[in-house]
């Protein structure tokens, strides 16, 4: 017999009784009913109820042990009676009676329980990880994270796809985040990065002419945190084509991403349409870049209404240069709480308040409601609730001001009313391809230009696009976004070296600089480089989806905290002197 198992804590049913089993595993349970211990025996595969009496050699043993302590017991497979079946185990039709136990590994008293639903904080949860990692809940996580990395590749390379692998120590690039450093000791004062991305390897593997190229690429991005963020590092699904044209990636990621979300979206719908949504369009009626399309509200434009109307707040506002008026409509939401509680939601974040009008049934027939209505009359509101396509019982809210100071606001709005209204729809995945993103933005302080997005995009129209005003020049860039989330960011690339200087020129960059930062890139372009272009979908992000969990640390196998901290290795640490002086650095203290 094996040394430690003939069977998994799975494994074991009706037919095996009689046999003589070895099993392995952790005390998940200890249940002693006078003279007889009952203990289940839990490895990553299930669990195996086992017993012993004082008939056994085995017993005196087995009542010492406790709670997660790893141990191995050889037994008899016996039939549970039928009154103690339990049809929620694979094993339940049966138990093992213990004959001979061997203490594997003792464990100390628990800092966290692994056997029931008890909620420990994230801090103890993190600092003790391969305890929290015992529980079933994560267990299943992470092996649904492996089953859908598994499911990416098969997918990838059934599309003529291969893997190949790109540095994870490399140049400092500015991709949109900060980099994490590694200093250089054979090159005192100089550093390397950790690759926020493969995106200039990707593109050099595409001038090389090999004409597909994923990636189970690793990220590094020295971010602040977010709950579905990473502050350190992540993983994404990471593909380059060439010769193709933004449509090409388009069909290349959506059977992947539709099959993953099939094959593990536990019997959700999964939307097979994936209309295309302009970035302009998407701030205008969703208020975010990557909408929650489970929830039909579609915010729309109504300045004209308030303009030169009784409501001085909106009329004053819209004299103001690019300003507007945008109203939420709320199917259902019509009742003054429902509209205080909203104006309130607006109050915590940041805003004055937000207006409302709701239409209710007065025996007579409909009548709009709210200070608004009062103030700009029977006409304009008519007018609003016919543009809107709402009735009696619904209601509208509205905010003003220059769209990007309310924009973050409206999109929260959208959702909170979505959800309290019961509109959102639950068990879908649905998907919307954001298209069309601005190249540059305007500091409105300085009023000099930047990056907005992705700077290796290809411009549309090309160079003849870049001639004219810098914040009209739309990128082939697009988004994938999924309920809310961004799961995949790419672009068709810039892959020719005069749009490219162009391209930073009206960023501020001049052509020493771009030659300094992306020199590979750019003498690459100089050598016959193809059209390309790729995306990269996140992985944590998209198992987070999958597990119906809020925390992207839930599906992390060794997450850091909210402070991108380490509890259990203790990172970042103090160097010692020693590896100090072998860099050629020195710690200033801050003050």
Not at 243 to 252: M, N, P, R, S
Not at 387 to 399: E, I, N
Not at 413 to 427: C, H, N, Q, S, Y
Not at 525 to 535: E, I, M, T
């Amino acid at each position: 017999m094996h040394a430690y198992r003939s069977h998994t804590c799975a494994a074991l049913t009706a037919a095996n009784v009689g046999e003589t089993v070895r099993l392995s595993g952790w005390v998940h349970r200890v249940r002693d009913h006078g003279g007889v211990l009952f203990i289940d025996l839990r490895d990553h595969f299930g669990v195996t109820q086992v017993l012993c009496d004082g008939d056994s050699a085995a017993f005196a043993e087995l009542e010492k042990v406790r709670s997660e302590w790893c141990i191995r017991i050889d037994g008899t497979v016996k039939a549970r009676d039928a009154e103690l079946v339990n049809p929620k185990l694979p094993t339940g039709e049966i138990e093992v009676y213990v004959r001979e136990l061997e203490v594997l590994g003792a464990a100390d008293e628990l800092p966290l329980m692994v056997f029931g639903d008890q909620e420990y904080p994230e801090e103890t949860r993190l600092r003790y990880r391969y305890l929290d990692l015992r529980r079933e809940a994560m267990q299943q996580n992470m092996t649904l994270r492996s089953d859908v990395v598994a499911s990416m590749r098969r997918r990838m390379w059934d599309q003529g796809f291969r893997e190949y692998q790109t540095p994870i120590i490399t140049a400092s690039s500015p991709e949109g985040a900060r980099d994490f450093l590694v200093p250089s000791r054979l090159h005192p004062g100089k550093f390397y990065a950790l690759p926020q991305a493969p995106q200039q390897f990707k593109q050099l593997i595409m001038v090389s002419g090999f004409d597909k190229y994923f990636q189970i690429a690793p990220c590094f991005r020295d971010e602040d945190p977010r709950a579905d963020r990473s502050p350190t590092d992540f993983y994404q699904l990471d593909l380059e084509m060439s010769f193709v044209e933004q449509q090409d990636v388009f069909d290349t990621i959506q059977p992947v991403l539709t099959g993953v979300f099939e094959e593990f979206g536990g019997g959700r719908k999964v939307d097979q349409e994936w209309p295309h949504i302009s970035y302009k369009d998407a701030a205008l009626w969703y208020g975010s870049d990557k909408p929650d399309l489970r929830n039909p509200i579609k915010m729309q434009v109504v300045s004209d209404h308030f303009r030169d109307s009784g409501f001085a707040i909106f009329a004053k506002l819209l004299e103001q240069e690019g300003t507007e008026i945008r109203a939420i409509p709320a199917p259902t939401g019509g009742s003054r709480k429902f509209c205080d509680r909203m104006n309130a939601f607006a109050q915590k974040e940041g805003l004055p308040g937000m207006g409302y009008i709701f239409w209710r049934d007065q025996g007579e027939g409909m009548e709009a409601a709210g200070p608004l209505a009062k103030n700009i009359g029977p006409e304009r509101t008519e007018a609003i609730r016919q543009q809107l396509g709402l009735g009696v019982g619904d209601a509208a809210f509205f905010l003003g001001g220059k769209p990007k100071a309310f924009e973050k606001v409206a999109g929260k709005a959208r959702d909170v009313i979505g959800e309290e209204l019961g509109l959102t729809e639950k068990d879908r995945f649905a998907f919307a391809w954001i298209v069309d993103f601005p190249i540059y933005e305007q500091d409105e302080e300085t009023g000099t230009i930047d990056f907005e997005h992705n700077p290796f995009s290809m411009p549309q129209g090309g160079m003849a696009a870049l001639q004219g005003n810098p914040l009209d020049v739309r990128g082939y860039q697009y988004d994938l976004a999924c309920n809310g989330y961004e799961l995949v960011s790419g672009a068709i690339r810039n892959h020719k070296p005069e749009i490219m200087l162009k391209a930073f020129e009206l960023a501020g960059y001049g052509e020493d600089e771009v030659k300094s930062r992306f020199g590979a890139l750019f003498n690459a372009f100089h050598y016959g480089a193809p059209p390309h272009g790729g995306c990269a979908a996140g992985i944590d992000r998209i198992v987070m989806l999958l597990a119906d969990e809020a925390n992207i640390r839930e599906v992390m196998m060794f997450p850091m905290n909210q402070r991108a901290e380490d509890l259990m290795m203790d990172a970042p640490s103090d160097p010692t002197s020693d590896q100090l002086m072998e860099l050629g650095l020195r710690i200033i203290p801050q003050d």
